[in-house]
T-cell receptor
Framework: NAGVTQTPKFQVLKTGQSMTLQCAQD?????MSWYRQDPGMGLRLIHY???????DQGEVPNGYNVSRSTTEDFPLRLLSAAPSQTSVYFC????????????FGPGTRLLVL | TQLLEQSPQFLSIQEGENLTVYCNSS?????LQWYRQEPGEGPVLLVT?????EVKKLKRLTFQFGDARKDSSLHITAAQPGDTGLYLC?????????FGPGTRLSVLP
């Protein structure tokens, strides 16, 4: 199993550009989530999904969209990038909800100029 | 204001020393997890504690969940350079987890 994979690993955007961060898992996990990690802030939840076709907002959802058309994939879209979105983004998956073992991807490092 | 506080923020010790890092909150959590994150990688789960007062051991690492399920500690015995990393605690809140800011540990050979 590849586990949780994320692409790209690095990305530089200009303010106002859009892009999609890809996340895929091959463990047949129902629960997937996106976090951003900033210095001194820990991981903050952006959006999450409890199964295909179901998504919900986390702690910091503004400026981001998600969709979950399949169990395997959970892309994160930045509609109009802003410098405040410069961060490291992690995707995670687990069999169930809180209390379950979360598996994290390697992260995408995003710089918005 | 962080829901979960971790201390110390940074810790640099010599190989062979013992250390304890703390995770504290004013909120009660149904479970709490500890992760270790190495540079350039995602966090990796070390342990999940569920019951107040629970103690779990993982080789040289000892994890304790407070009786009131508001705090936790991680004790490392005879630290090794391979223990270097960012240690994150995460408390279960509703359907999701809330993460602390982490303790960055450096173990010098």
């Amino acid at each position: 199993n590849a586990g949780v994979t994320q692409t790209p690993k690095f990305q530089v955007l200009k303010t106002g550009q859009s892009m999609t961060l890809q996340c895929a898992q091959d463990m047949n996990h129902e629960y997937m989530s996106w976090y951003r990690q900033d210095p001194g802030m820990g991981l903050r939840l952006i959006h999450y999904s409890v199964g295909a076709g179901i998504t919900d907002q986390g702690e910091v959802p503004n400026g981001y969209n998600v969709s979950r058309s399949t169990t395997e994939d959970f892309p994160l879209r930045l509609l109009s990038a802003a410098p405040s979105q410069t961060s490291v983004y992690f995707c995670a998956s687990s069999l169930g909800l809180a209390g379950s073992h979360q598996y994290f991807g390697p992260g995408t490092r995003l710089l918005v100029l | 204001t962080q829901l979960l506080e971790q201390s110390p923020q940074f810790l640099s010790i010599q190989e062979g020393e013992n250390l304890t890092v703390y995770c504290n909150s004013s909120s009660v959590f149904s479970s709490l997890q500890w992760y270790r994150q190495e540079p350039g990688e995602g966090p990796v789960l070390l342990v999940t504690v569920v019951t107040g007062g629970e103690v779990k051991k993982l080789k040289r690492l000892t994890f304790q969940f407070g009786d009131a399920r508001k705090d936790s500690s991680l004790h490392i015995t005879a630290a090794q350079p391979g223990d270097t990393g960012l240690y994150l605690c995460a408390g279960a809140r509703g359907q999701n987890f809330v993460f602390g800011p982490g303790t960055r540990l450096s173990v010098l050979p």
